[in-house]
């Protein structure tokens, strides 16, 4: 029989209650594609609750796709699960879900795991990276080279909602070196920035078109990015390097039909935002704005809170 409670005393309806417990149990496996769910009258006289509830539960369980229910016979899971992507609640649900089950699996109590739970919800260490940077489109590229090379969550906002305390809580922020005295000013008092060191001309990139000039100087090459600067930065790095700006195809991303005439250009340099949204047939030069060193500060710093504490 399916594993149920119900808290008459929490704040959730006991409705919300079942319909998320169904679910769960559904998406943890725990109820089978085909398995008959207790009835309407089973749930009233286990839970004491009014009968209604758990039609009504029941009813919007189907409509969204996670049962269905036979005339004469009950109420069944579905054999699909419904398409629709899961809300953040019920996703957080079941990682918890998963959590609680892998830990019966190990032999933990229930008061086991409550008081750990509980014990590393008091820790409150920092869960995510938080990048402070008023420029969108610079935020934008950012924010995509740190998602990339790091495992803790990354967000990003400007200086106006910096010191907001519901974004602060549980962050790391982060800065660029233009904006770290300013953003400083505006944190409380105590409250750890990091900030990114940037290098204003990618080795990657120059190190190619040391081996690429001057032998193909006249070959098409395009530019493309959301940023202003970056397409003003990477046109200025060619033209030193011996294009002619004849030669170059620059591309503002934020505008409809940026793609147009890229996939013939011999090779494209892109920021780490754009690189994968160019049009097949590309061949991009990425040229990344944080320094290698930034990034394995910001990885040593992830490995120290995500280590275990010992008591």
Excluded at 80 to 102: F, N
Excluded at 133 to 152: K, N
Excluded at 222 to 235: L, V, Y
Aim: neutral net charge; proline residues 7%.
């Amino acid at each position: 029989m399916m594993r149920l409670w119900l808290n008459r005393t929490a704040e959730v309806s006991l409705r919300e209650q079942l319909i998320t417990q169904v679910v769960l149990g559904i998406l943890s496996k725990e109820l089978a594609p085909g398995q008959r769910l207790p009835s309407t009258r089973d749930l009233s006289r286990r839970f004491g609750i009014h009968a209604n509830t758990a039609s009504v539960a029941y009813k919007q369980l189907e409509d969204e796709g996670w049962v269905e229910m036979r005339h004469g016979s009950g109420v069944f899971v579905r054999s699909t699960r419904p398409e629709a992507p899961l809300t953040p609640e019920i996703a957080i649900d079941q990682m918890i879900g998963d959590l609680a089950a892998r830990a019966r699996k190990l032999g933990a109590s229930e008061a086991l795991i409550k008081s750990r739970l509980r014990r590393w919800l008091a820790l409150e260490p920092p869960a995510r990276w938080l990048l402070i940077e008023p420029d969108p489109e610079l935020r934008r590229i950012v924010l995509c080279e740190m998602e990339q090379a790091l495992s803790l969550p990354v967000l990003g906002c400007g200086l106006d909602e910096c010191a907001t305390p519901t974004i602060l809580d549980g962050s790391m922020p982060t800065v660029l070196p233009s904006k770290a005295a300013q953003v400083r000013k505006l944190l409380p008092a105590g409250k750890e920035l990091a900030t990114l060191q940037i290098h204003p001309v990618s080795p990657e990139l120059q190190s190619y078109l040391q081996r690429y000039m001057p032998a193909h100087s006249s070959d098409l090459i395009g530019i493309a990015s959301r940023w202003s600067d970056f397409q003003r930065i990477a046109q200025t790095m060619l033209v030193a390097a011996g294009f002619s700006t004849e030669c170059l195809l620059v591309r503002d991303a934020a505008k409809p039909g940026w793609k147009r005439g890229l996939n013939t250009a011999r090779a494209v340099v892109c920021d780490a935002a754009i690189e994968h949204d160019l049009p097949e047939g590309s061949h991009p030069i990425v040229f990344r704005l944080l320094r290698d060193t930034a990034i394995a500060e910001l990885r040593k710093r992830e490995e120290v809170l995500m280590t275990s504490p010992t008591e």
